[in-house]
């Protein structure tokens, strides 16, 4: 079975910038969280969707955002990009939302670097 | 809000020596532990977790933590350790009813041949 795939694994911006990274969940798992990871740091919860519905929100500015479809699927975007975002943004899902045995299985990320 | 901290950034062990990785949490509700593994251009494992009942939680490979809620700790133990187990070791907690992870800093463990 694949696990979640994200895409792309690698990408290079330049300041200002829009990204759009893509998260596919693994089959039958319906929710879908983000995290950014900058170097050295523990990964930092930026949103979650469940059913295609945002059902939490990390403290992270407006230009991050995102969106699941309903293939369960999610995107996140990130606009105006400043060097500060580069980071590894992971993607886990989940079966459900909330409560015990919801255990979340990460994707292996997208490398993002703004220059 | 949750919050997690992990003392250790880094913890160097010979092969076959027992390690000890410090996690402690602060929160003002019931909590869900965890501890996830990276390996180099990976993304997170999970090793093992503790939602409810015993406080010892066991992995496959050999790993195992306690939870200590009046010390507000859930640190994760090996008596053997293996130059495979060489990873960024990160302990984290979400608040139970919720699966949003908050995570640690991270440990590194080196393994020394």
């Known amino acids: 079975d694949a696990g979640v795939t994200q895409s792309p694994t690698h990408l290079i911006k330049t300041r200002g910038q829009h990204v759009t990274l893509r998260c596919s969940p693994i089959?039958?798992?319906?929710?879908v969280s983000w995290y950014q990871q900058v170097l050295g740091q523990g990964p930092q919860f930026i949103f979650q969707?469940?059913?295609?519905?945002?059902?939490g929100r990390g403290n992270f500015p407006d230009r991050f955002s995102a969106r699941q479809f309903p293939n369960y699927s999610s995107e996140l975007n990130v606009n105006a990009l400043l060097l500060g975002d580069s980071a590894l943004y992971l993607c886990?899902?989940?079966?459900?939302?909330?409560?015990?045995?919801?255990?979340?299985?990460f994707g292996q990320g997208t490398r993002l670097t703004v220059v | 809000a949750q919050s997690v901290t992990q003392l250790d950034s880094q913890v160097p062990v010979f092969e076959e020596a027992p390690v000890e990785l410090r996690c402690n949490y602060s929160s003002s509700v019931s909590v869900y532990l965890f501890w996830y593994v990276q390996y180099p251009n990976q993304g997170l494992q999970l090793l093992l977790k503790?939602?409810?009942?015993?406080?010892l939680v066991e992995s496959i490979n050999g790993f195992e933590a306690e939870f200590n809620k009046s010390q507000t700790s859930f640190h994760l133990r090996k008596p053997s350790v293996h130059i495979s187990d060489t990873a960024e070791y990160f302990c984290a907690v979400s608040e139970a009813g919720a699966n949003n992870l908050f995570f640690g800093t991270g440990t590194r463990l080196t393994v020394i041949p």
């Open positions: 886990a899902s989940s079966l459900f939302w909330g409560g015990p045995n919801t255990e979340a299985f």
């Open positions: 969707y469940y059913e295609k519905e945002e059902r």
């Open positions: 503790y939602l409810s009942g015993s406080t």
């Open positions: 089959s039958g798992h319906k929710s």
